[in-house]
């Protein structure tokens, strides 16, 4: 079953150089210059930074593999910083197929190219370019994760620890959260420091609008 990501690229338009008439996936004899276009390739499983370091460094290719940093609270109350793939389980790179597609497939860390039957379908480079903008030169992106009126959320400290709430209102200047527990069989409007709270949303998805204003 093909990814959400696979079947968004499905409906891109392919250039004859990553077409394949004769047989051999994405490779078209007939190109008489290189074309560097962007492509999306499937990294193995927790592998997307070794693929992404082994493409830059042994075949010298430009890579866009963009990662998300926030915070955590553990269940004892010291925040971590979390570093995740925006993407997980994919790397985006900029080649000549029908130079470099043997190679790309055969890096540590690659599983293969994104294909539909004998296409593989390049990214638009003017999406690419946009990414990278947002992220920067360092494909890094602080993100705070301020709890919404809404949110669902544990509570990973103090006298509420382990519980779960629901966001009533965030004051960020503060670093405070008006939080609803059930206390003792009632509803009980709480009022809490936003360190000690860890809150559900997960899925970058779940991300895109704070991702649209960074």
């Known amino acids: 079953m093909m990814s959400r990501a696979e079947l968004n690229l499905n409906s891109i338009s392919m250039p004859a150089s990553a077409r394949a008439p004769s047989g051999a996936l994405g490779v078209d004899g007939g190109s008489a210059a290189a074309v560097l276009e962007w492509y999306c390739a499937k990294t193995k499983p927790k592998q997307d930074h070794i693929a992404a370091a082994r493409l830059r460094q042994h075949l010298g290719l430009e890579v866009f593999s963009p990662r998300l940093r926030s915070e955590q609270t553990t269940i004892r109350g010291v925040v971590k910083h979390i570093t995740e793939p925006v993407f997980p389980g994919y790397v985006f790179v900029r080649c000549s197929l029908d130079d470099h597609i043997g190679q790309i497939r055969h890096t540590p860390g690659i599983s293969g190219l994104v294909s539909f039957g004998d296409r593989i379908p390049p990214v638009p480079a003017e999406v690419l370019e946009d990414l990278r903008r947002c992220f920067g030169a360092e494909e890094l992106l602080n993100l705070r994760k301020d709890p919404?009126?809404?949110?669902?959320?544990?509570?990973?400290?103090?006298?509420?620890?382990?519980?779960?709430?629901?966001?009533?209102?965030?004051?960020?200047?503060?670093?405070?959260?008006?939080?609803?527990?059930?206390?003792?069989?009632r509803l009980t409007p709480v009022e809490v420091d936003r360190r000690l709270l860890n809150v559900h949303r997960s899925s970058v998805a779940e991300w895109l609008p704070e991702l649209a204003v960074a």
């Open 148 to 185: 919404l009126p809404g949110d669902e959320v544990t509570v990973a400290g103090g006298a509420f620890l382990g519980m779960q709430a629901v966001v009533l209102r965030s004051w960020p200047a503060k670093r405070r959260v008006q939080i609803l527990l059930e206390v003792l069989g």
